[in-house]
């Protein structure tokens, strides 16, 4: 795990707390732990971590958790990440970057373990699973938002609105490769929205999580609503095998 946090205090207290946690659990866990967003992007591998714990604020000026998180996203890293904040105001820009937990402080153990418990991190480090398409070394696109086409190319969106993957491939091409991402769904003719990003439907849209609105073709819509509520039930029942 990569812990990001540049208070000394806040820093040794959660390293402490997912050492208990997994001291506890009997598995054995390496914490990396950085003291600013320098420091962390200057050393990071990607993939190499399973989960990322950053705090939101950082420094006055400088960089927050989630821009380090957002940059790292744009190079292609797809570990899940929590948010650690004093103040709930930055939980829709944090799920906005594909972050799976928003701890608030102060942070007690039980929080901490809850939030552990519930992302199942102690069962198994997280299977990389990986999507390849001409012109692209292999890559796992459950960080992607939206794909679609665009001429000759397919293009992968990624979470924060502005990277992308663009990949001379044809749709009918990425959308076979993506079969086994059961949350990926063609809401229209040339697009594929990952419903992992997505808050709600409202009317002919899909809402996601930064609040922008993915339309959905009239034919597919009362597909679009089973598909929603079928993958919202395995993510419940997910949930609750961990």
């Not at 946090?5 to 820093?11: C, I, L, S, V």
């Amino acid at each position: 795990m990569a812990v990001l946090e540049n208070d000394d205090t806040d820093r040794s207290l959660l390293e402490a707390h997912i050492q208990r946690y997994f001291r506890d659990e009997g598995t054995p866990v390496r914490v990396d732990s950085f003291d600013g967003a320098q420091s962390l992007v200057h050393a990071f591998v990607l993939g190499t971590y399973d989960l990322l714990v950053f705090d939101c604020i950082l420094s006055e000026h400088g960089p927050s958790g989630i821009d380090v998180l957002r940059d790292l996203r744009r190079r292609g890293e797809d570990a899940p990440a929590v948010i650690v904040s004093s103040s709930p105001d930055f939980a829709v820009e944090g799920y906005g970057v594909g972050v799976v937990a928003y701890l608030l402080k102060p942070l007690s153990y039980g929080h901490v373990k809850t939030e552990l418990d519930r992302l199942g991190v102690s069962v198994a480090p997280r299977a990389r699973r990986t999507v390849s398409l001409p012109g692209s070394v292999p890559f796992d696109p459950a960080g992607y938002v939206l794909v679609h086409s665009s001429g000759h190319y397919v293009v992968f969106k990624g979470a924060d609105g502005a990277s992308e993957k663009r990949l001379r491939a044809s749709f009918s091409e990425a959308r076979e490769a993506l079969g086994p991402w059961s949350q990926f769904f063609q809401c229209t003719r040339g697009v594929l929205v990952n419903l992992d990003f997505v808050s709600d439907l409202d009317g002919s849209d899909f809402v996601l999580y930064d609040g922008r609105r993915v339309p959905i073709s009239r034919r597919l819509l009362p597909t679009a609503r089973t598909a929603m509520a079928e993958w919202e039930f395995s993510r419940m029942r997910e949930e609750g095998r961990r």
